[in-house]
């Protein structure tokens, strides 16, 4: 349930941990953690029902309980913690930086937001919505179900292998997990729940990204934290982190500069 995605260095002061996007594992930050070098200890979790992970997913509250418990479990280096999250993964990290759900990690220094879902509804139109519902009518996505959802989330092709793992991922996600998330957790509104977070915040848009672009970024989450730092990247959409991973190591690599 907790994949290790990079080895620990002596030398980090920080633990970068990441929380995957909707149909993601901890597999999906591999080239992000192959591109961090000494500036994390990178380790990526299996969100419930996603990757190796069973349990009730989908459901926004449970899935922080679950981020908290693993973290509390974990082993990681000494230093500040950071946390990063993805699409899906944004609005969990959010919540649990806010304490919303449980008390944040005492540790916790930053949070990374990388074309995150926002606190409030996520905005998706619904035709979409029923395109994505409709995948796993009759059970898990299948393979044309799982290309589609790639190029849908992609500027341009991603790498062979970061492609199959993808696909991979996507096809072994538990529906009934993609479901909750598609009718309720991306709907859910914590607004009133979710202060303005007092570590620092930075904001992670791709240029290409469609309802959760630098647009959505700057007006859902651009006011997130007291002090926000919003980054746009080209050449990527919404899959910011297998699309462009050098240049969310670059971002992630000022923030930890900025730590101190």
């Known amino acids: 349930m907790i994949a290790p995605a990079s080895p620990a260095s002596p030398a980090s002061p920080v633990s970068l941990v990441c929380l995957h996007?909707?149909?993601?594992?901890?597999?999906?930050?591999d080239a992000l953690a192959s591109e961090v070098g000494p500036a994390a200890q990178v380790v990526a979790l299996d969100l419930p029902g996603f990757g190796d992970s069973t349990g009730p997913g989908g459901d926004c509250a449970a899935t922080v309980r679950h981020v908290a418990d693993r973290l509390a479990a974990l082993s990681r280096a000494p230093g500040p913690l950071v946390l990063l999250g993805h699409s899906m993964g944004g609005k969990i990290a959010t919540l649990l930086a806010a304490g919303a759900v449980v008390a944040p990690p005492a540790d916790l220094a930053a949070v990374v937001l990388v074309a995150a879902s926002p606190v409030v509804p996520e905005p998706m139109g619904e035709d979409r919505r029923r395109q994505m519902l409709a995948w796993t009518r009759d059970g898990a996505l299948d393979r044309a179900a799982a290309e589609e959802f790639v190029a849908?989330?992609?500027q341009d092709p991603l790498p062979a292998d970061l492609h199959e793992t993808a696909v991979a991922d996507l096809r072994r996600t538990d529906p009934i997990a993609w479901?909750?998330?598609l009718l309720a957790g991306s709907r859910e509104d914590w607004s009133a729940?979710?202060?303005?977070?007092?570590?620092?915040?930075?904001?992670?848009?791709?240029?290409?990204?469609?309802?959760?672009?630098?647009?959505?970024?700057?007006?859902?989450?651009?006011?997130?934290a007291h002090d926000t730092?919003?980054?746009?990247?080209?050449?990527?959409?919404?899959?910011?982190p297998q699309e462009r991973p050098a240049a969310l190591a670059a971002a992630v690599a000022g923030l930890v500069d900025r730590l101190g």
Request: proline share 3%; charged share 20%.
């Open 193 to 224: 729940r979710v202060p303005r977070l007092d570590v620092p915040a930075l904001v992670v848009s791709g240029a290409g990204d469609g309802d959760l672009g630098t647009a959505a970024q700057r007006d859902l989450n651009g006011g997130v």
């Open 21 to 29: 996007a909707l149909g993601g594992s901890a597999r999906s930050f």
């Open 152 to 154: 849908m989330n992609t």
């Open 229 to 240: 730092e919003l980054v746009e990247v080209d050449g990527a959409a919404h899959l910011v």
């Open 179 to 181: 479901r909750r998330w």
